[in-house]
């Protein structure tokens, strides 16, 4: 549900915990009144003020800044107070509810004397801020989150482009797009709305060769949305394979940390372990898994199960096999199983797999090897998590899988329905463009299909969306932003 707005909110607006500094928000209509209660003073207007902030009875509760930003020439577009104090989270606790008190006690005052007062002051609900920002025009929906991507960020690179985004670079290219496209709506609108002129607008207007450049900008867009929502939302790699073959030495690998226990018994990891790693500046999720077999008892069962749950959640699977097994190694030379053997579980297991699965094919272990077992390997890589051998061929295959290419210039933050949405805008155009290149076109259809594809473009920035798209959005964010 969105926020009323009659209402000021408050809340602490810096994470929880001990720090130098904390901030306690406030944001609504007119909020002088909890300011010369706490601040004992009137502020002036974005000038950071050193003083006492004061409880009910005129001591001090801590020394700090005090900010006042007056509407609309704040985040909010309201009214906003912000309170910079130690961060000890007992002192921000207090400071809060001195602010709701003092809201509480003039609102009450004003009831008793029958006066009509400002409303009160609450507590802020998750994203509350944000969301105001974006109601009161301050920024659009791909800019608010922006602010939530920029907090979440876990690479340099993703970082860098929810900040570009935020500044509104991703809000320009779409807002260009919106432009070009209401162009062409209005001239197609002009030919439906005088069918008795004998000027064919369409074909003076060069309606097809807009349309063309349109499609090209929107290809453009689209690259780079995608690029963008693989470094917000990252990918999610599951490696998988039968025991012993290596996967937990492969995690710690990547890592370039020992995060799961290591040991030549088969069997050892019975749990998924995850890990964030970045290549090339983009997250790659990468889960452990247990060892794929015939489980020998209730444990291992429930392992392997976990094991399959986390492939179909997967982006790509990463397979994960021993040369020691390979079939071109003899049992003397150390093979845990007969070639033979090997084959028939891996042809089992692999059958088990989504088809819709992007798989990697991965030989371990080339430190234990001949040459001889390295030649019949076909496509799949070949690597030692032990020695790191072919682990840069891995990370390679790793961020192609993902659909990464090199980081175009300009890239911003995107999201996954920012995508979908970019995916709908071209199908609409792609329709439009058949209705244009037919010899007696619909002019009704195309029309329809223009304005389908301005409503999308609309649902980025928040032009057109619905109130249950934006309670989803601003429920994620934390409290206090």
């Known amino acids: 549900m969105l926020s009323r707005h009659d209402e000021s909110i408050a809340a602490i607006a810096t994470a929880p915990g001990r720090g130098a500094v904390g901030i306690v928000r406030l944001s609504g209509k007119n909020l002088q009144t909890v300011i010369e209660a706490v601040c004992g003073r009137a502020l002036s207007a974005r000038v950071a003020t050193y003083m006492p902030f004061r409880d009910a009875q005129g001591h001090a509760i801590d020394k700090g800044l005090a900010i006042f930003f007056p509407a609309p020439h704040s985040y909010t577009g309201e009214d906003v107070l912000e309170l910079q104090a130690h961060g000890g989270s007992v002192v921000l606790q207090i400071l809060l509810a001195r602010c709701l008190e003092a809201a509480a006690s003039l609102a009450g005052a004003t009831a ?29 929906l791909s800019q608010a989150e922006a602010i939530a991507d920029l907090i979440d960020a876990s690479t340099e690179m993703a970082a860098r482009s929810a900040a570009r985004s935020l500044s509104g670079a991703f809000s320009l290219a779409i807002n260009g797009l919106l432009a070009r496209l209401t162009r062409l709506r209005m001239l197609v609108e002009a030919t439906l709305d005088f069918p008795e002129e004998e000027i064919d607008f369409l074909h003076q ?37 039968p025991p012993n073959a290596g996967k937990s030495s492969l995690l710690n690998a990547l890592a370039g940390a020992e995060l799961a226990i290591v040991t030549p018994i088969a069997g050892t990891t019975r749990d998924k372990i995850s890990q964030l790693i970045q290549i090339d500046g983009v997250p790659i999720h990468v889960v452990d898994t247990a060892g794929l077999h015939a489980a020998r008892g209730e444990v291992e069962k429930i392992g392997i199960e976990r094991t399959w749950a986390e492939i179909k959640t997967a982006d790509a699977v990463l397979l994960l096999r021993d040369l020691a097994a390979h079939p071109a190694m003899s049992e003397s030379s150390g093979a845990i199983k007969s070639g033979a053997d090997y084959a028939r579980i891996y042809r089992s297991e692999a059958e088990n ?29 070949v690597i030692s998590a032990k020695t790191g051998s072919g682990l840069q061929n891995l990370r390679q295959r790793l961020l192609e899988v993902a659909g990464w290419h090199a980081a175009p210039e300009g890239l911003f933050i995107a999201r996954e329905r920012h995508v979908r949405a970019l995916a709908k805008v071209s199908a609409a155009l792609t329709r439009a463009g058949a209705q244009l290149a037919a010899r007696h076109p619909a002019l009704d259809l195309l029309a329809e299909d223009l304005r389908l594809a301005q409503q999308h473009l609309g649902e980025i920035t928040g032009a057109f969306s619905a109130d249950d798209l934006l309670g989803e959005i601003f429920s994620r964010f934390c409290i206090g932003k």
């Open 112 to 140: 008793t004397s029958g006066g009509v007062g400002e409303a009160g002051l609450r507590l802020a609900r998750p994203g509350e801020f944000t969301e105001r920002a974006f109601l009161n025009g301050k920024i659009d």
């Open 205 to 241: 207007a060069d309606a097809s060769g807009q349309l063309a450049g349109l499609q090209v900008s929107l290809s453009e867009v689209m690259e780079r949305a995608s690029q963008g929502a693989i470094l917000n939302e990252g990918v999610k790699i599951v490696i998988a394979g």
């Open 353 to 381: 797999f989504p088809k819709n699965k992007p798989v990697i094919e991965v030989w371990n272990k080339a430190d234990l090897v001949s040459a001889e077992a390295l030649a019949d390997v076909g496509d799949a890589l």
